[in-house]
């Protein structure tokens, strides 16, 4: 079954500290792995698509990794307006829907 | 607004009364998702269409819960005999079949029942 695990649960960051968020997975194939900005009261906001390891992305402050077991968003220099909860979703071979993971809570601080 | 739209916002209902969920997707998006999220949670994958066709449906899922998508453009999440664990976001998204990971999510449907 697939499986995704994110952490930390929460983050308080202030201005311009930057860290970076973890999406550990088990999949049997992986078709792809994504992540995801949430808003409070919002839908998911689509980020990112990786489908194989040493791949990166990047847009503005976050830059997303992807090795055979993790994947990585990295976050620098962030603004108070990157405050939002991340998620990780994938996609194994055989299903068409993603699985999620919990997400991590981004709270920047100015 | 040609993004996708879900109705109502809200809904509160007391236990036992069947509850109706509305989605309109993206019109080009052949492919449409039912995500139900609780607080602190990720979407958690109900059911999928592929136009008209109900192509997939979580295990979890209740036979309380039915969903259609008639002639592959809006769908309905129907949650018959509600409990207070239905109380949830209920999230519709839609995608191309070409690029089956970058969903477009609605706002979502939040249900209370007391």
């Known amino acids: 079954e697939d499986q995704v695990t994110q952490s930390p649960e929460a983050l308080r960051l202030q201005e311009g500290e930057s860290s970076s968020l973890n999406c550990s997975y088990t999949?049997?194939?992986?078709?792809?792995l994504f992540w995801y900005r949430q808003d409070p009261g919002k839908g998911p906001e689509f980020l990112f698509t990786?489908?194989?390891a040493g791949e990166e992305k990047e847009k503005e402050r976050l830059k997303a990794t992807l090795t055979k077991k993790e994947s990585f968003l990295h976050i620098t220099a962030p603004k108070p307006e990157d405050s939002a909860t991340y998620l990780c979703?994938?996609?194994?071979?055989?299903?068409?829907?993603?699985?999620f993971g919990s997400g991590t809570r981004l709270q920047v601080q100015p | 607004d040609t993004g996708v739209s879900q109705d109502p916002r809200h809904k509160i209902t007391k236990r036992g009364q069947n509850v109706t969920f509305r989605c309109d997707p993206i019109?080009?998006?052949?492919?449409l998702y039912w995500y139900r999220q609780t607080l602190g949670q990720g979407p958690e994958f109900l059911t999928y269409?592929?136009?008209?066709?109900?192509?997939?449906k979580s295990r979890l899922l209740s036979d309380r819960f039915s969903a259609e998508r008639p002639k592959g453009s809006f769908s309905t999440l129907e949650i018959q005999r509600t409990e207070q664990g239905d109380s949830a976001m209920y999230l519709c998204?839609?995608?191309?079949?070409?690029?089956?990971?970058?969903?477009?999510f609605g706002e979502g449907s939040r249900l209370t029942v007391l």
């Open positions: 998204a839609s995608s191309l079949e070409t690029n089956t990971g970058e969903l477009f």
């Open positions: 999949v049997s194939g992986l078709r792809g």
């Open positions: 990786l489908y194989s």
């Open positions: 979703a994938l996609a194994g071979t055989g299903r068409r829907a993603l699985t």
């Open positions: 019109s080009e998006h052949n492919r």
């Open positions: 269409f592929q136009n008209e066709a109900q192509l997939e």
